[in-house]
């Protein structure tokens, strides 16, 4: 069974830095998607960032690129979102997502795999 358990969240002032991590187990192949998806209060949730573990093909939404690095050790099973000048707008819970079809997170179709999510505070 597939699990993903975030960590890193917390209450950060504008223009600080974040580090989240997420903590991967039970895939069988060596070959699937990764992605960061946020969800702030009263919005929808909106792709972040994605990372197959194969080849470490990327990929970020155009508002968090310059600001958010998403990365990944195959040999620690952890992805990490690099969140830097963290914006009030950055407020929100993100979730850490898995799925074996890079197109599920690059469109943000709906990942198979979720954590349960570690939130994000940016003061102003």
């Known amino acids: 069974e597939v699990q993903l358990v975030e960590s890193g969240g917390g209450l950060v002032q504008a223009g600080g830095s974040l580090r989240l991590s997420c903590a991967v187990s039970?895939?069988?192949?060596?070959?699937?998607?990764l992605g960061w998806f946020r969800q702030a209060p009263g919005k929808e949730r909106e792709g972040v960032s994605c990372?197959?573990?194969?080849?470490?093909?990327?990929y970020s939404a155009d508002s968090m690129k310059g600001r958010f690095t998403i990365s990944s050790d195959n040999a620690k099973n952890t992805m990490y979102l690099q969140m830097d000048s963290l914006k009030p707008e950055d407020t929100a819970v993100y979730y850490c997502?898995?799925?074996?079809?890079?197109?599920?997170?690059?469109?943000?179709?709906?990942?198979?795999?979720w954590g349960e999510g570690t939130l994000v505070t940016v003061s102003s």
């Open positions: 039970g895939f069988t192949s060596d070959d699937y998607t």
């Open positions: 990372i197959r573990s194969s080849d470490k093909r990327t």
């Open positions: 997502a898995a799925d074996v079809n890079w197109s599920a997170c690059r469109w943000n179709l709906g990942m198979h795999y």
